[in-house]
C-alpha cells in the first residue's frame, strides 16, 4: 500500500500507526498475541539479510524436529495417518522461513505432515536420496488402498533439491496433495 498518496495518508498514520515511510507491516499466521506485541522497527538503510532475521524471528516454527534416531516415528505416523509428509532436511542455523510460514497454511496443514531435520548423516542421506542441502522430502503412499504398508513395499519418496522461494514450495506441496 502506497501510504504517502493522499486517499490513504490519514487512514495508514491513524488506523495503521505508522508514522514514518518507507514502513513494512508484518501480518504473520498464528500466534494472535505475538501478531499484536511484535513490531519491527527497522533502520531506512536496512539491508535484505537483516530485514529478513527480523521477519524470520516473528514467524513461529510448527514443523515437527527430527532426528536420525525419531524419523522413523515419522515415517510411522504417515503410514497410520495416511497422511503424506514433508521433511526439509537442511545444514544452516534457522529452518527456511517460507517452509515455515506455508507449513501453517490449513491448504497444506490439514492434510500434510511437515517435519524438518537438521545435519542428516550419511546413511538418511543415502535412504532419502539426498545430494545436498536443503532438500525438501515428501514420503507419501504409492498405493493409497493397501493396508499393509512397508517403507520399501508402499512408501515412495519425492525429493526437491532446487531453490526454496516460496513459490518453488508451495509447487512442490501442490505435487504432495
Known amino acids: 500500500m502506497n501510504c504517502t498518496a493522499d486517499n490513504v495518508l490519514t487512514f495508514c498514520q491513524n488506523i495503521l500507526e505508522i508514522k514514518e515511510f518507507p514502513a513494512y507491516r508484518l501480518y ?31 514467524v513461529d516454527d510448527t514443523t515437527r524436529t527430527l532426528s ?60 532419502y536420496r539426498i545430494e545436498k542441502t536443503p532438500t525438501l522430502v515428501s514420503i507419501f503412499f504409492k498405493d493409497p488402498t493397501n493396508t499393509k504398508l512397508s517403507f520399501d513395499e508402499n512408501l515412495q519418496i519425492g525429493t526437491h533439491p532446487g ?6 514450495i508451495r509447487h512442490f506441496l501442490e505435487t504432495v496433495k
Open 163 to 168: 531453490s526454496l522461494s516460496f513459490s518453488d
Open 28 to 58: 504473520p499466521i498464528g500466534n494472535k498475541h505475538k501478531k499484536v506485541n511484535s513490531k519491527i522497527i527497522l533502520p531506512e538503510n536496512a539491508q535484505f539479510s537483516e530485514i529478513s532475521k527480523e521477519i524470520s524471528a516473528v
Open 68 to 127: 536420525a534416531a525419531n524419523i522413523n516415528m515419522f515415517v510411522k505416523d504417515i503410514i497410520e495417518t495416511r497422511f503424506p509428509g514433508v521433511v526439509l532436511f537442511y545444514d544452516q542455523e534457522e529452518v527456511n522461513l517460507s517452509f515455515r510460514v506455508l507449513a501453517q497454511l490449513k491448504r497444506y496443514s490439514s492434510h500434510i505432515m511437515f517435519g524438518k531435520l537438521k545435519n542428516p548423516p550419511e546413511e538418511l542421506k543415502n535412504k
